[in-house]
């Protein structure tokens, strides 16, 4: 098989992701995107969190030109991306019990914030006990996972739950359990993972119907422009006056 051929079976398996949540998850990404847009209008910060992998969409809302400029990361030392040595650490500390409940009280969250939570899977104590924690302290949570893997896996939580069972909105990716999308005859193991693209675009949705939906209202949304375009540094810079005490990403 040529690797072409293999290339197009990718983009088709990920175009059909892309459809089918496009078709089947609109209801939901507006409902994300108005939650968002409340919390905005009402004064409340946004975060976005995630873990390996699903760190990638997260951190690709965060200082981002045509983002909301409110969108700030929530981190996890460890966790975020791969880099910490061995990998498997960050894979590791995801399975920690009370890891989540430390994270939120030394973090900026408060009553009234909004929160995504990022995890393909949604079975590690981690994702779950953050999205349980958050919503006690009042905080609105937004939950982009695979549904899939909670009628098909068992849960890594004490509770025996999901990061699905425990958020305001949830957002399904339609990822199949393993996430790669090719298998061939030749390759042992099923290959080409699509999530990455899949969950970036639903994130990406959530944020243009936040931002459309704050514009409704008559309210600027508070937007960030490319600093490689004329004028952007000083459209980015009264963003950031205007609504410093919202931004923590610039301290």
Not at 22 to 28: K, L, N
Not at 221 to 248: A, K
Request: charged share 20%; glycine share 10%; proline share 4%.
């Amino acid at each position: 098989m040529s690797d072409g051929k293999l290339a197009d079976q990718f983009f088709d398996a990920a175009i059909e992701l892309l459809q089918r949540v496009r078709d089947e998850e609109a209801e939901s990404i507006r409902a994300a995107g108005t939650l968002l847009a409340d919390t905005v209008a009402d004064g409340g910060r946004l975060f976005a969190f995630g873990a390996g992998h699903s760190s990638l969409p997260a951190q690709d809302v965060v200082y981002r030109a045509g983002g909301l400029a409110l969108m700030n990361l929530l981190t996890v030392p460890g966790v975020v991306g791969v880099d910490v040595m061995p990998a498997t650490l960050g894979s590791a500390l995801e399975r920690v019990d009370g890891l989540a409940s430390t994270v939120l009280e030394c973090s900026p969250l408060r009553s009234g914030d909004a929160l995504v939570i990022i995890s393909l899977s949604g079975r590690n104590a981690l994702p779950v006990e953050m999205a349980m924690k958050a919503r006690a302290l009042g905080v609105k949570v937004i939950g982009l996972t695979s549904v899939a893997y909670a009628t098909q896996t068992r849960s890594r939580h004490s509770s025996g739950t999901y990061l699905r069972d425990h958020c305001d909105v949830v957002l399904d990716s339609k990822i199949a359990i393993g996430d790669a999308t090719l298998t061939v005859d030749t390759v042992p193991a099923p290959f080409a993972p699509a999530s990455t693209v899949v969950t970036s675009a639903i994130m990406q949705a959530v944020m243009a119907t936040a931002a459309g939906t704050l514009a409704d209202r008559g309210i600027e949304p508070p937007l960030l422009r490319s600093g490689n375009v004329d004028g952007g540094h000083e459209w980015n810079s009264r963003v950031m006056q205007q609504y410093g005490d919202r931004i923590f990403y610039q301290r």
